[in-house]
């Protein structure tokens, strides 16, 4: 499976960007596909996921409300809406794919996203 991640950009407190994930390849293998993101000198953490199947979403707590995942089955790709964005929500994006494992075993490469206060 391949991604590519495309979206990110500079944008002011409290706009907003899509950030798109675009699987190819073996993509009946796709179960749940996320996003990360990892600001710099911090951790890969957690944003939001989606699965393929019945559209289920999780979210972490600090993205709750703001960010919504959505999915494009014809078009094999998954969307982030970002709206109200913070600058605390700077960082490098990335998307990622599990099929039957636990571990997102497929990354793309990653967007910038900066938000200026």
């Known amino acids: 499976v391949q991604l590519q991640a495309s979206g990110g950009g500079l944008v002011q407190a409290g706009g907003s960007l899509t950030l798109s994930c675009a699987a190819s390849?073996?993509?009946?293998?796709?179960?749940?596909t996320a996003w990360f993101r990892q600001a710099p000198g911090e951790e890969r953490d957690f944003v939001a996921s989606?699965?393929?199947?019945?559209?289920?979403?999780y979210f972490a707590d600090s993205v709750k409300g703001r960010f919504t995942i959505s999915r494009d089955n014809a078009k094999n790709t998954v969307y982030l809406q970002m709206n109200s964005l913070k600058p605390e929500d700077t960082a490098v994006y990335y998307c990622?794919?599990?099929?039957?494992?636990?571990?997102?075993?497929?990354w793309g490469q990653g967007t910038q996203v900066t938000v200026s206060s």
């Open positions: 989606i699965t393929w199947s019945g559209g289920s979403t």
């Open positions: 990622a794919v599990r099929g039957t494992k636990l571990i997102y075993e497929y």
């Open positions: 390849g073996d993509t009946f293998r796709i179960i749940t």
